[in-house]
């Protein structure tokens, strides 16, 4: 079965209860239920986007709030990070994006997950051979992730290394049938 990454409603729990977090388990209504500050839940519900109601705009702003705060992990805070690169990115803002990204990277050099969405990044930027750099470092530490094949697949596709390129998509759609799905939402297909 294909590794998802931890839907980000998971991380809310690992936002508000940093030394506690053990997995992708919890749920929106379990932060909600431990948080003693409701403005705070509602914070992280915006950086996160979990109502998904939320303009990228205002998860930039949200999720700046939380980083001002002293109280999180460094993973929290990574995660944090991550969610601001990506409104960041749905905003074409990619200096702030990479900066997020590179911060998150240094807080939690082996999180996968950082690498997968800064390579997906990459290649929305047409930066191919810093796309296929940013998915081999996630592959590296998770092999079982569909995303980073495929985003790896459609660089090396992209730079003319169709073989390997197409070894990479096959080996993602293995691990999750419905992979293009996600990739071409933002146009990209291999």
Wanted: charged share 20%.
């Amino acid at each position: 079965m294909a590794k998802v990454f931890p839907a980000k409603l998971a991380v809310v729990s690992m936002l508000l209860m940093p030394l506690a977090f053990s997995g992708a388990s919890a749920t929106t209504n379990g932060a909600a239920r431990s948080a003693k500050d409701p403005a705070l839940v509602a914070v992280v519900s915006t950086c996160q986007n979990s109502q998904g109601k939320a303009t990228a705009a205002q998860r930039v702003a949200s999720c700046t709030i939380l980083l001002k705060s002293k109280s999180f992990s460094s993973d929290a805070r990574a995660h944090i990070l991550l969610d601001r690169a990506f409104a960041y990115s749905m905003m074409k803002q990619w200096t702030p994006c990479f900066s997020d990204y590179d911060e998150a990277l240094k807080l939690a050099p082996k999180l996968a997950v950082a690498w997968s969405e800064k390579g997906f990044a990459r290649l929305r930027q047409h930066q191919l051979d810093m796309a296929i750099t940013d998915y081999s470092n996630a592959l590296a530490l998770d092999p079982k992730t569909a995303y980073s094949w495929f985003g790896r697949g459609i660089a090396r596709i992209g730079k003319g290394d169709k073989v390997d390129g197409q070894k990479d998509i096959v080996a993602a759609r293995q691990l999750d049938p419905n992979v293009d799905a996600t990739f071409a939402r933002f146009g990209l297909h291999p």
